[in-house]
Antibody, heavy 121, light 105 residues
């Protein structure tokens, strides 16, 4: 059973780059037809898909964030990462990583527990 | 962008009652709709996918229906542990989520 665990700084200064990683256990990130995803949730608000990267490395980003998002795979550590540049207070949110198994469920399942990132000076 | 509108915003019911949650899409998403449950301090959990299929381990009291633009999540007999916020999500055109329905028991 795949498990996901997010990690990264809890505080980022405005205009800087937010960097998070999601460690995957229970399977290799390059096995199968997987999409490794990031979803965020501002405090007290709803969910927003940030983007995903496939097990082969192709990326798909939310059009509203596309100019600031970079996702990558680290096969040596079996993890994937998110970088969000030029952050503002509007990027303050709980960031979740999640998995899509294409051709089986095709939805976000499972999810990590999330990591809270605050953008503040 | 496909906008998903959920109603009502809050639903207050008693144990054993039936809950009916609605999700309306701004354009057809065929059957590419899922429902998630989020309890306080927890990540969302997949309940229903492809409009009507229960995810692994989800109790039979949860059911989904609908297609096109109108979808419903039904909880047939509420248990105290069903208190949560429920989100719908579509994957027909990228991925968007509804604003959520809070179920209070």
């Amino acid at each position: 059973q795949v498990q996901l665990q997010e990690s990264g700084p809890g505080l980022v200064r405005p205009s800087q780059t937010l960097s998070l990683t999601c460690a995957v256990s229970g399977d290799s990130i390059t096995n199968g037809d997987y999409y490794w995803s990031w979803i965020r949730q501002p405090p007290g608000k709803g969910l927003e898909w940030v983007g995903y990267i496939s097990s082969s490395g192709s990326t798909h980003y939310n059009p509203s964030l596309q100019s600031r998002v970079i996702m990558s795979l680290d096969t040596s550590k079996n993890q994937f990462s998110l970088k969000l540049t030029s952050v503002t207070a509007a990027d303050t949110a709980m960031y979740y990583c999640a998995m899509i198994v294409r051709g089986v469920i095709n939805w976000f399942d499972p999810w990590g527990q999330g990591t809270l990132v605050t953008v503040s000076s | 962008e496909v906008v998903l509108t959920q109603s009502p915003a809050t639903l207050s019911l008693s144990p054993g009652e039936r809950a009916t949650l609605s999700c309306r899409a701004s354009q057809s998403v065929t059957y590419y709709l899922a429902w998630y449950q989020q309890k306080p301090g927890q990540a969302p959990r997949l309940l229903i996918y492809d409009a009507s299929n229960r995810a692994t381990g989800i109790p039979a009291r949860f059911s989904g229906s609908g297609s096109g633009t109108d979808f419903t999540l039904t909880i047939s007999s509420l248990e105290p542990e069903d208190s949560a916020v429920y989100y719908c999500q579509q994957r027909s055109n990228w991925h968007t989520f509804g604003g959520g329905t809070k179920v209070e028991i």
